[in-house]
């Protein structure tokens, strides 16, 4: 029942996300404008670019998963399916982390993959893309999940969008500083295991913490 339920969920998520096909590319834009920002700003010389590319390139994925953040459960509130979510034969809690996952691979992932790309304008060193794509792929699931308890949290408010960066930019802080400090410390020839270790272990609390606070959340707003 609960894979049936994920899967129905995804598949109308994907509906959903091909009907505003043209919503769906906002995050990877939004992480391509704050690249291209940075690099004239910062005169578009290799030698000012290549020590902040990482930094600049997670605070751009990061910011990317905000733009989309306000409307994880919004849209579910406003039609009626988060009714329907908290009477469904599942755990609520499993759908949030579907939903929170679908939210992760339809705005951190694309960023992601275009990493490589957004690294060349950059100018950022080759030897770091590896340790960098693999903090963002330890660390940009977090966001999602923190950012869900944020987001439900909020889902009853109107216009919430700068309470809720307000409140999510302190907790990802830490992951920012452990995802670009793995990339830093790789640059400078250090161990970048101890970093990404922590990011992994908190991976995994984020996974067993966070759906079953959000939905608990989400119940205190709905009653």
Do not use: C, K
Not at 20 to 46: I, K, M
Not at 158 to 182: E, H, K, T
């Amino acid at each position: 029942m609960m894979w049936q339920a994920a899967r129905a969920l995804v598949l109308r998520d994907l509906r959903l996300l091909w009907a505003r096909r043209g919503d769906a590319l906002q995050p990877v834009l939004f992480a391509l404008l704050t690249v291209v920002l940075f690099a004239l700003g910062l005169g578009g010389e290799a030698r000012a670019l290549a020590p902040v590319a990482s930094a600049v390139l997670w605070l751009a994925v990061l910011l990317a998963g905000l733009l989309a953040l306000d409307n994880l459960f919004r849209g579910d509130a406003e039609d009626g399916s988060l009714e329907q979510w908290m009477l469904a034969p599942v755990p609520l809690w499993w759908l949030v982390l579907v939903r929170t996952l679908m939210h992760w691979a339809t705005t951190a992932l694309p960023a992601i993959v275009a990493v490589p790309l957004l690294g060349e304008l950059l100018h950022l060193p080759h030897a770091q893309l590896p340790v960098l794509l693999l903090s963002l792929l330890l660390g940009t699931p977090i966001l999602s999940l923190l950012g869900a308890v944020v987001a439900a949290l909020t889902v009853g408010m109107r216009r919430a969008g700068i309470l809720l960066a307000l409140l999510a930019l302190p907790l990802y802080v830490p992951v920012l500083v452990f995802g670009a400090g793995a990339v830093a410390a790789q640059a400078q020839g250090l161990d970048a295991v101890g970093a990404l270790l922590l990011l992994g272990a908190g991976l995994v609390l984020a996974l067993a913490l966070a759906p079953a606070t959000a939905a608990a959340a989400l119940r205190i707003a709905h009653s």
